[in-house]
Structures are given as structure tokens and as C-alpha cells.
């Protein structure tokens, strides 16, 4: 592994710490992006690569130890998974979130739509890692998206006599 992983603090206690011997020796696997990174693995897919010694694409394996890293682990592609996923629910609701605050709603409900989606979106993306039971997932991404359906709503409310 290249760097340094003093920052990381989800070790188990029989290492010392700053010691990483293997992805067993994080207690929370695949969210080391959360709790520090090693140096020159700034990426999701590149953390992921520097703990689990998978990279998908051989110019990353070689840069990083050799060919023999170049294969795929289902923790990487678990990982890569929750992050495309967050990527494709955060942006929409970045946009609506900037139209809906143009409305100049009510601070209090504004927060209470945005505190919905963030918690919403963690709890989803923990049960993805994690690999909670099946209706956590499904109930966290539901849950995230009602704020998502009532700004939307409340836009096509404020636009539409405008038509």
C-alpha cells in the first residue's frame, strides 16, 4: 500500500494503530473515504483499489503494484455501485433543491426537505455497504425521495400559471 494510513481510525484493536494489513482490518469496509485516505488515493475507485488491492483498470494496477492487482473484487464493485448510485440521486436533487430554494419557501420547510434527502441518502448508502437486510435499502431510498417529489410538485405549483 502506498501512503500513509495514520488518519484511518476504524481499526480493529489488535493492530496498532496506523497499521493496515488487509481490508479485515477495518471494522467498516469500503467507506474509507469517510475516515482519512492514503496518499495518491484521492477517487473512490482508487481507495477502494489501495485497501482491497483491486483495481478494474490495468494502467491503475500497474501504477500500484503490478498486473496482479488487476482484477475484479465484489467489495470494489460494491463500493463503485453506492457511489454511482449517490451520484445519480444527489445531482437531481442538487437542481431541484436550487430552483426550489428560488421560490423563497420557508426556511424551516426548506430544511426539513433537505435534512429528509441527506439522511435518507446516508441510511441507504450505509445499507448498500453494509449489505443491510432488503427493505432498509428500499425504505431509505423511498424516504429520500419524498422531499425530491414534493419540491418538484411545489415547482410545477409556482410555474405553472405562468404558462
Same mark, same amino acid.
Given at each position: ?13 489488535g ?9 479485515q482490518?477495518?471494522?467498516?469496509r469500503g ?14 475507485? *482508487? %481507495?477502494?483499489?489501495?485497501? !482491497?488491492?483491486? $483495481? ?8 500500484n503494484?503490478? =498486473? ?26 442538487l437542481?431541484?433543491?436550487?430552483i ?7 426556511? *424551516? %420547510?426548506?430544511?426539513?426537505? !433537505?435534512?429528509i $434527502? ?10 448498500? =455497504?453494509l ?10 431510498y423511498?424516504?429520500?425521495?419524498l422531499?425530491?417529489f414534493?419540491?418538484a ?11
Amino acid at each position: 500500500m502506498h501512503g500513509s494510513a495514520e488518519t484511518f481510525v476504524f481499526m480493529k484493536s489488535g493492530n496498532k494503530f496506523g497499521q493496515v494489513k488487509s481490508p479485515q482490518d477495518f471494522k467498516i469496509r469500503g467507506k474509507a473515504s469517510t475516515c482519512g485516505v492514503p496518499e495518491g488515493c484521492e477517487q473512490v475507485g *482508487t %481507495v477502494s483499489g489501495c485497501l !482491497f488491492q483491486a $483495481f478494474a483498470n490495468p494502467e491503475d494496477a500497474l501504477r500500484n503494484g503490478g =498486473l496482479q492487482f488487476y482484477r475484479q473484487d465484489p467489495d470494489v464493485e460494491r463500493c463503485r455501485r453506492a457511489h454511482r448510485n449517490d451520484m445519480e440521486n444527489i445531482f437531481p436533487f442538487l437542481f431541484l433543491g436550487a430552483i426550489y430554494s428560488l421560490l423563497d419557501p420557508s426556511p *424551516t %420547510v426548506a430544511r426539513i426537505h !433537505f435534512l429528509i $434527502f441527506c439522511v435518507g441518502r446516508i441510511v441507504h448508502t450505509i445499507a448498500y =455497504l453494509l449489505q443491510l437486510r432488503a427493505p432498509t435499502r428500499s425504505v431509505a431510498y423511498g424516504v429520500a425521495q419524498l422531499p425530491c417529489f414534493s419540491m418538484a410538485l411545489q415547482i410545477l405549483l409556482a410555474t405553472t400559471p405562468h404558462w
